[in-house]
C-alpha cells in the first residue's frame, strides 16, 4: 500500500515508517519540521517539507505519489500549553486535519488512519478503559483530537471516508536498534525525564504528587511502546476497503505502571541511581489510566510486544545513551 504519513519525521510517525517498510508497504512523508526531526526521515523515503494544512499543495503529492491510505500523526501534544493557548491547538490539531481530509477527498483518496488519545476520555468513569466510555475530555488537547473523531464520523456518513482512529495511552520506548527515539523540545514525558536524572543531564526527577489512592501513592499510566503502536495501525489496513467503515481503538498494554515503578525500571537499566524529589500533585492528573484492549487484539490480531516496562525503558535506554543530545538539531 502507497501510504502518506503525514508527520513521519516525528516520534510515533517516524516508528511507524519503519514499521510499514517492514512490512513491505510504501511510505511517503509529509512534515513541516516543526515538532519532526530530518534524521528522523527514513532513508530512501519520499520525504516532502510541507504543512498538513497546506491543501493544494498537499493534494498534489497525494494525486503525483499515488498514495491511497493517508496516517496523521502530525499534532501538538502539551496538554498544559494547550490550556494556555487553546487557539494554536484548535489551528493545527483540528483546522490543519480538516484541510488534510478536504485535500484527500479533492484527490479521491479516502483511506485514513488517526493518531487519537485517551486524553479524549478525561476523567473516566471505569477502569481499565474500554471504548465505550463517554468521552469528555478536561483540556484542548484532548477536545481537538475528539473533535477530530467527530469530524471523522461525518466524513465517514457523508463522503464514504473510512477510517481507523487508535486512542494511545502513554506512548513510550525506541526503535530496538537504537537508531531513531523520542526527542521533544521541550520533554515532558516521564520516561526521558527519568533518563536525564539518571544520566546528570537533569539535577533530579519530580514525583507529581504521592499521596494518590493507588499502591505505592503515585500516579499509575499505561506505557505502551511505539513500535506497539504503529503495528496495529497497520493491521487495520484491510479493514477500511469498505467505504465509510468507521474504527475505534484503545492502545495500551493494559498493565499500569507506577511513576516509582517507571523510576525503578529506570535505574535497573542504566545502573544509576535517580535522584528524586517529591512535590505537590500536577493539576489535572488523574490518578490511574489504563486501556483494555482486548478490541484490538480481537480484531486486529494486535500482539503487545514489549509487555513490561523494563522492555520499553530498555529500547528508551538503548536510544538515548547513544544519542544524549537527541537528534541534536534543536
Ligand atoms: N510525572 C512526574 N514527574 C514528571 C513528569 C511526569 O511525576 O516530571 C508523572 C505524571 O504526573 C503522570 C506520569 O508521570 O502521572 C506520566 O506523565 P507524562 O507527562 O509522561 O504523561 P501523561 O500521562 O501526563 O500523558
Known amino acids: 500500500m502507497k501510504v502518506l504519513v503525514v508527520g513521519g519525521a516525528g516520534y510515533i510517525g517516524s516508528h511507524c515508517v519503519r514499521q510499514l517498510l517492514e512490512a513491505?508497504?510504501?511510505?511517503?512523508?509529509?512534515?513541516?519540521?516543526?515538532?519532526?526531526?530530518?534524521?528522523?526521515?527514513?532513508?530512501?523515503?519520499?520525504?516532502?517539507?510541507?504543512?498538513?494544512?497546506?491543501?493544494?499543495?498537499?493534494?498534489?503529492?497525494?494525486?503525483?505519489?499515488?498514495?491511497?491510505?493517508?496516517?496523521?500523526?502530525?499534532?501538538?501534544?502539551?496538554?498544559?500549553?494547550?490550556?494556555?493557548?487553546?487557539?494554536?491547538?484548535?489551528?493545527?490539531?483540528?483546522?490543519?486535519t480538516l484541510r488534510l481530509l478536504e485535500a484527500m477527498l479533492d484527490a479521491g483518496v479516502t483511506k485514513f488512519v488517526f493518531s487519537s488519545t485517551c486524553a479524549t476520555f478525561g476523567v473516566p468513569e471505569r477502569l481499565p478503559m474500554t471504548e465505550d466510555l463517554p468521552q469528555a475530555p478536561i483540556n484542548p488537547y484532548g477536545q481537538t483530537k475528539l473533535d477530530v473523531e467527530n469530524l471523522l464520523k461525518s466524513l465517514a456518513h457523508a463522503h464514504g471516508l473510512s477510517f481507523a482512529a487508535f486512542r494511545y495511552f502513554n506512548a513510550a520506548g525506541a526503535s530496538e536498534d537504537g537508531s531513531i527515539g523520542e526527542d521533544h523540545d521541550p520533554e515532558t514525558h516521564l520516561i526521558p525525564l527519568v533518563i536525564d536524572a539518571a544520566t546528570g543531564k537533569r539535577e533530579n526527577i519530580k514525583?507529581?504528587?504521592?499521596?494518590?489512592?493507588?499502591?505505592?501513592?503515585?500516579?499509575?499510566?499505561?506505557?505502551?511502546?511505539?513500535?506497539?503502536?504503529?503495528?496495529?495501525?497497520?493491521?487495520?489496513?484491510?479493514?477500511?476497503?469498505?467505504?465509510?467503515?468507521?474504527?475505534?481503538?484503545?492502545?495500551?498494554?493494559?498493565?499500569?505502571?507506577?511513576?516509582?515503578?517507571?523510576?525503578?525500571?529506570?535505574?535497573?537499566?542504566?545502573?544509576?541511581?535517580?535522584?528524586?524529589?517529591?512535590?505537590?500533585?500536577?493539576?489535572?492528573?488523574?490518578?490511574?489510566?489504563?486501556?483494555?484492549?482486548?478490541?484490538?487484539?480481537?480484531?486486529?490480531?494486535?500482539?503487545?510486544?514489549?509487555?513490561?516496562?523494563?522492555k520499553i525503558v530498555e529500547t528508551a535506554w538503548r536510544w538515548h545513551s547513544a544519542n544524549p543530545d537527541g537528534y541534536g538539531d534543536r
Request: glycine share 8%; aromatic share 10%.
Open 207 to 310: 514525583i507529581f504528587g504521592t499521596d494518590y489512592d493507588t499502591p505505592d501513592g503515585t500516579c499509575l499510566r499505561d506505557y505502551v511502546h511505539v513500535d506497539d503502536l504503529s503495528r496495529a495501525h497497520i493491521a487495520v489496513f484491510d479493514k477500511l476497503d469498505q467505504p465509510g467503515a468507521q474504527y475505534f481503538y484503545n492502545l495500551g498494554t493494559g498493565t499500569p505502571n507506577s511513576v516509582r515503578e517507571v523510576i525503578a525500571a529506570v535505574e535497573k537499566a542504566t545502573g544509576k541511581k535517580v535522584p528524586v524529589v517529591e512535590v505537590e500533585r500536577r493539576a489535572g492528573d488523574p490518578p490511574a489510566l489504563y486501556a483494555d484492549s482486548t478490541k484490538a487484539k480481537q480484531e486486529l490480531g494486535w500482539v503487545v510486544k514489549f509487555d513490561t516496562i523494563d
Open 24 to 96: 513491505g508497504h510504501q511510505p511517503v512523508i509529509l512534515d513541516n519540521l516543526v515538532y519532526g526531526h530530518r534524521k528522523a526521515v527514513a532513508e530512501g523515503v519520499p520525504f516532502y517539507d510541507v504543512s498538513l494544512g497546506d491543501k493544494e499543495k498537499v493534494k498534489d503529492i497525494l494525486e503525483s505519489e499515488a498514495i491511497e491510505l493517508v496516517m496523521h500523526f502530525a499534532a501538538y501534544c502539551y496538554v498544559g500549553e494547550s490550556v494556555t493557548a487553546p487557539l494554536k491547538y484548535y489551528e493545527n490539531n483540528f483546522v490543519e
